[in-house]
């Protein structure tokens, strides 16, 4: 049986660091294994998490790395600074953070659908800042048209996640929900 999925102790350990207390839900991206790993806290303010649920993703097909224009997925402590396309139905797709029509509409092929959540490092000169800052390179986990892509590197940074996942996890989570985006995982 394979073990139970856990938050990363660098993920913990980062939190600690930044003196960033727990949010309700935690997510954790792993490049290696091209998934997403939800996690919520325990109901009556309990301090632990336990795991919600594994989605299929996928991450930039050009690897990992912080630096602006390299279309690499950054590394790190994040957290959902906004979320983008509340009450548009599935299959909408965005450009600049704007509905400009549907994938059934002429757009089969849509690079950003359905969601976003947009994220923000937190990582001072790491992610957070400079030429590294993942909230002004546009690093979003976000729907994607060509969901069979889904499970290995195809992005240009961001994280992809299928409709079916992105949807109930878009309405769940909160603006400020904590995000470990990990090499391994």
């Known amino acids: ?32 294994r091209q998934s997403v790993d939800w996690f919520t806290r325990h109901p009556g303010g309990h301090p632990h998490f336990q795991h919600h649920r594994t989605f299929r993703a996928s991450t930039s097909r050009f690897g990992i790395g912080q630096v602006r224009d390299t279309h690499r997925t950054p590394l790190g402590l994040h957290r959902i600074a906004r979320k983008i396309g509340a009450g548009w139905p599935v299959g909408t797709v965005f450009k600049a953070r704007q509905a400009i029509g549907y994938t059934w509409q002429g757009m089969p092929e849509a690079t950003i659908a359905h969601r976003i ?69």
Request: proline letters at 8%.
């Open 1 to 32: 049986m394979a073990p139970k999925p856990r938050i990363p102790n660098a993920g913990v350990l980062a939190c600690r660091r930044l003196h960033i207390g727990p949010s309700r839900d935690f997510l954790c991206v792993s490049v290696a």
């Open 117 to 185: 959540l947009w994220l923000e490092g937190l990582e001072p000169g790491f992610n957070r800042g400079g030429d590294v800052d993942t909230f002004r390179r546009y690093i979003y986990i976000h729907g994607v048209a060509d969901e069979p892509t889904l499970g290995r590197p195809a992005s240009h940074g961001c994280i992809h996640l299928a409709a079916a996942d992105l949807m109930p996890l878009f309405d769940r989570i909160q603006v400020g929900a904590l995000v470990w985006i990990d090499a391994q995982g």
